[in-house]
């Protein structure tokens, strides 16, 4: 399918050097730090493709031609030149990317215009084969041509519409708009522009009219049946903004009580994991202990039996007559002082024997000690760390009740939150009733034979089926069964609608509706412009802070999957952000970094201009 690609945005003036980026044609990422230029980028684009008005910033002054580059579908090039303020645009059937002399090869308006066939979206329609598309522009089926505008914000989002309450499929977010918005969605996803209808009263449509009138003052009475306040939707909102005040001033002590019962519980852990060890080293020093006091017993009694030996055979050696008792030698075979010599040898065999014995158990008697002191120590610590403990039980005893308290009352507030949104749901969907009733009313006629006014349920699922891939690649926490509400032109991620959603996770949602909406449309050589420009995508997306209170749960890795995925997008993709990308996106993607200072590139204007 054709599709338009963007090659340069350059601001030229007489005596100034040029401004200028040049984008690649798949991943372009221009990113640093803030006042730089990187929105002024985007809303520059916008300008350049029919937006009304551009505010100059002041590092533009001087700067008297702008200049769009583009590839068209047929691969030619054609470069737009539009000046500040001005409502006409000059067409080059060329690359021009420095100050513009030449006259033009044609001349548009910027501005565009049913009835005539000589603008910017005329002409860029007409070379994407768009220019006989008609879609429908009131509930009646009446319809009007296809215009730029109605397909550029769902490929541009600046940062204001990226976290902005309007869904990703309302440009506008007016009653007077949306018929023509949903069907442009319709069209993009099937490929089937609105045929046109004869509106014009009957009889039978008049009646059919009627008939819808009554059925939407029947929906109002059930659904005014289950609201169960009598608040307004004002009283409602306040009610909604004290209840999340006092939420949050819950959680700030939840917090807090959290963080200190995780404390007091790692303080325990680590007690009873000093007890466990107290315990283990008492049975090692008892268990060595008692060997070594049966030792000392044993060494005691050797001496006890020594000292008897050398005195008992002192005694044998010098009363007994006959054979000799040490040798055996009988009387007649003995030399004189036999004996004595005998028992001398004795007495020097036990003293040795004895004083060996007596420098053994003096070695053991200190180590005896000292395991006694050990034990004695161990068992007073032990007797503490069992009462640290005790301690400990009861500091997180007191703290689980403080936290069952607190989670208590919060939890009523979660459930008086969801009261009270509920009740906002019904009345803005009696308020839609109403609203539709009123249009009724005034039309006074519905078409005999109404076009189809919905997406085919296949195709809406085949859509869904895409934007849930997106997120998962993305791994967007709390944000399954991704799908999109084609009664509140919404999208719905976690049971959620995007408006319900904070800052962020509505940034994330809108990035991934926006980039599903191309890859859907190009997977299936579908219209589309064939870019996607996304304005602080993720910008906004922080990590949760510890135990809030809150339906989902934020992660950082996203910020590095959505540029992972973004590398493989199948058009050409053009981001701007505050934080650095990952180390892989900077060697693969088209990348500017503005520093904001003289190191490197300053800026989107050239350094000496700010």
């Not at 109605?150 to 204001?160: F, G, I, N, Q, Y």
């Not at 080293?281 to 008692?290: A, H, I, N």
Request: hydrophobic letters at 40%.
């Amino acid at each position: 399918m054709s599709e338009l690609q963007l090659t340069h945005l350059t601001y030229c003036g007489a005596n100034l050097p040029p401004a200028q980026i040049v984008f690649g044609p798949e991943l372009t990422v221009i990113y640093g730090t803030s006042d730089t230029g990187k929105s002024f980028i985007v809303k520059s684009i916008e300008y350049m493709l029919g937006g009304a008005d551009l505010a100059m910033v002041p590092q533009g002054d001087g700067y008297t031609q702008i200049l769009l580059g583009l590839l068209m579908p047929d691969g030619s090039p054609l470069t737009l030149l539009r000046a500040p303020d001005s409502n006409s645009i000059f067409l080059y059937h060329a690359d021009l990317r420095d100050l513009v002399m030449a006259a033009p090869d044609a001349s548009v308006t910027a501005v565009h215009n049913a009835r005539s066939r000589n603008s910017l979206s005329m002409h860029l329609l007409r070379a994407l084969g768009l220019d006989e598309v008609l879609i429908r522009k009131n509930e009646t089926g009446g319809t009007r041509p296809l215009a730029l505008p109605d397909l550029l914000h769902l490929s541009l989002v600046t940062e204001k519409r990226m976290i902005g309450d309007i869904p990703p499929v309302l440009r506008t977010g007016t009653a007077s708009t949306r018929t023509t918005e949903l069907s442009v969605m319709r069209f993009l996803v099937t490929g089937e522009g609105d045929p046109a209808v004869d509106t014009g009263p009957n009889a039978g449509q008049r009646r059919v009219h009627k008939g819808q009138v009554q059925l939407l003052d029947q929906l109002v009475l059930d659904l005014s049946a289950k609201l169960v306040t009598q608040e307004n939707e004002r009283q409602l909102r306040d009610r909604l903004t004290r209840i999340r005040t006092a939420l949050d001033e819950q959680s700030a002590p939840l917090r807090q009580v959290n963080q200190s019962h995780r404390e007091a519980i790692d303080s325990r852990m680590e007690t009873a994991r000093e007890l466990a060890a107290l315990d283990e080293r008492l049975t090692e020093v008892s268990d060595l202990l008692g060997r070594f006091k049966l030792l000392e017993a044993q060494y005691r009694s050797d001496l006890e039996r020594l000292a008897m030996v050398n005195e008992a055979g002192s005694i044998l050696g010098y009363f007994k007559v006959g054979a000799c008792p040490f040798c055996g030698a009988e009387r007649e075979h003995q030399q004189p002082n036999h004996r004595v010599e005998e028992t001398t040898q004795l007495n020097i065999a036990v003293q040795a024997e004895a004083a060996k014995t007596t420098a053994l158990l003096a070695d053991l008697l200190p180590t005896i000690a000292d395991l006694d002191g050990e034990q004695t120590a161990l068992i007073s610590r032990r007797v503490e760390a069992q009462s640290d403990i005790g301690v400990w039980d009861q500091i997180i005893a007191d703290l689980e009740g403080g936290i069952n308290a607190l989670r208590s009352n919060v939890e009523e507030l979660v459930e008086e939150r969801s009261v009270v949104e509920r009740e906002l749901e019904l009345q803005a969907r009696i308020a839609e009733l109403d609203d539709k009733k009123s249009r009724l009313v005034g039309e006074g006629v519905v078409p005999t034979a109404r076009p189809t006014q919905h997406i085919p349920t296949a195709t809406v699922g085949a859509f869904d089926s895409v934007l849930q891939q997106t997120l998962s690649a993305w791994q967007v926490p709390a944000a399954d069964h991704a799908e999109y509400d084609q009664y509140y032109a919404e999208i719905r991620a976690g049971g959620r609608k995007r408006i319900e959603r904070g800052k962020g996770m509505r940034s994330v949602l809108h990035s991934a509706f926006t980039t599903a909406l191309a890859r859907f449309c190009m997977d299936r050589d579908l219209h589309h412009l064939g870019f996607v420009v996304l304005d602080s995508p993720v910008v906004t997306f922080r990590d949760p802070e510890p135990d809030d209170i809150d339906d989902v749960e934020l992660t950082s890795t996203v910020v590095d999957r959505f540029y992972k995925d973004m590398l493989s997008f199948p058009g050409q993709a053009i981001i701007i952000e505050n934080s650095d990308p990952p180390t892989k996106v900077l060697s693969e993607a088209v990348t500017y970094h503005f520093t904001g200072t003289t190191s490197g590139r300053a800026g989107f204007f050239p350094a000496s201009m700010h």
